[in-house]
């Protein structure tokens, strides 16, 4: 077997173990969440959220990433309450019915990252969170159904930036989708923005996150200063935002979505 051989079989191996372990990783992730969009009710406290979604998360085998010293985030989850965006830590604030809450998570096993968001409104949403909730979610799958190998990175912020326009809403330009493996946060950067055409290439075997965000208003954002927070990141205006995640892998015939049920 020469170098070269050794080289390219050692590579494959790796890319499966990776796959199977962020396959496996994905579907803890998307029992965590079926789970926790039956358990969130009004009346509920961010901290009381977040200590079952840590609870779950040990009890299926999973380790906390926000918890691992180089992240230090105040939670095991992300809890974006209304004009907060995302990242926002959890908070002893009750829940209220009309609330929209964003939940943002990133799980590791077996050494490897999967990271997935979404968005609910507690009771029943107005028109304006039905559209916010509907385009911001479509705009995801929209971004998905461009992937596949040599398809650019521009071509999904294209799918995704359109559709949340459509919708008539704040695209979120300063915060963005990313790849994702062996660290939680990789390159590429993946934008909810962009030109057909351009942008890194896709390969199979690719990982990575599309997440877009939005907003009812401008998509101006600032973070929260203080000692008990520096994480949550809010809509200026005081406009709702939403967010929705999913975790592809890049396959030969197109993608999969590591974090989804079923």
Known sequence: MSVETAVIKDSDKKLS??????????????????????????????KEIDAWVAKKIVELGAGIAYYEPEVNFPGAICISVNNE???????????????????DL???????????????VLGEPTAMQKR???????????????????ARLGDVGYAVQKCLEAGKLGVIRN??????????????????????????????????????????????????????????????DGSIGAHFEHTILVTEDGYEILTQAG
Not at 85 to 103: A, R
Not at 106 to 120: E, L, P, Q, S
């Open 175 to 236: 915060y963005v989708g990313h790849g994702i493996g062996v660290e939680m946060h990789m390159p590429p950067e993946v934008p909810n923005f962009g030109r057909r055409g351009s942008g890194q290439m896709l390969r199979v075997g690719d990982t990575i996150c599309i997440e877009p965000m939005s907003s009812l208003g401008k998509p101006d954002t600032v973070v929260v200063e203080g000692e008990d927070d520096g994480w949550t990141v809010c809509l200026k």
């Open 132 to 150: 916010l909730l509907k385009y911001t979610e479509m705009a995801l799958y929209k971004g998905i159904e461009e992937v596949r190998p040599g």
């Open 106 to 120: 990133v799980i590791k096993y077996r050494g490897y990252y999967t990271d997935a968001a979404f968005t609910m």
């Open 85 to 103: 965006l995302i990242h926002g830590t959890p908070k002893n604030v009750v829940l209220e019915e009309g609330d929209k809450v964003s939940f």
């Open 17 to 46: 173990e990776k796959i199977e372990a962020m396959r496996a990783g994905g579907k803890i992730m998307a029992q965590i969440f079926d789970e926790l969009r039956e358990y969130v009710e009004v009346g509920m406290t961010g």
